[in-house]
C-alpha cells in the first residue's frame, strides 16, 4: 500500500488545518492508521491513532482536545484535523498504517510498516 500525505501549509497560530492521507495499491480500511509528527532536531512523535474498526483513537497529550483522526473507509482516506494550532505543532507530519497491532503499540513508529512522504505544517505566532 502506498500512502500519501496532504494538506499542510503555513497558517497563524490559532488557525485550524485538515490533513488528508489516501492509500492506494490496496485498502486500508481494515488496518489500523496513525498520524506521526517530526520537528527539526527531534525524533518523530505520536500524534492520533484509530483501530482499523474505527471505534478507538488515541491522541497524545498535547494535541488532546483540539486535534481531531478520522477516517474514510469508502474513499480509502484518512483526516487529521487540527485546531487551534500552535507554534508547537509546527513539524512535517506523517500518516501511517500496517496490519492490526497490539493496543499498547499503536503509539510506536515502529509498529506501522506503510507511511506517507509527510506534509509540513508551519504555525507562524
Known amino acids: 500500500v502506498q500512502l500519501q500525505a496532504y494538506g499542510g501549509g503555513l497558517v497563524q497560530a490559532g488557525d485550524s488545518l485538515r490533513l488528508s492521507c489516501v492509500a492506494s495499491g490496496r485498502t486500508f480500511r481494515d488496518w489500523d492508521m496513525a498520524w506521526f509528527r517530526q520537528a527539526p532536531g527531534k525524533e518523530r512523535e505520536f500524534v492520533a491513532a484509530?483501530?482499523?474498526?474505527?471505534?478507538?483513537?488515541l491522541y497524545a497529550d498535547s494535541v488532546k482536545g483540539r486535534f481531531t483522526i478520522s477516517r474514510d473507509k469508502a474513499k480509502n482516506m484518512g483526516y487529521l484535523q487540527m485546531s487551534s494550532l500552535k507554534p508547537d505543532d509546527t513539524a512535517v507530519y506523517y500518516c501511517?498504517?500496517?496490519?492490526?497491532?497490539?493496543?499498547?503499540?499503536?503509539?510506536?513508529?515502529?509498529?506501522?510498516?506503510?507511511w506517507g512522504q509527510g506534509t509540513q505544517v508551519t504555525v507562524s505566532s
Open positions: 501511517a498504517t500496517t496490519p492490526r497491532v497490539a493496543y499498547s503499540g499503536l503509539t510506536a513508529p515502529s509498529s506501522y510498516y506503510f
Open positions: 484509530m483501530r482499523y474498526s474505527g471505534g478507538t483513537t
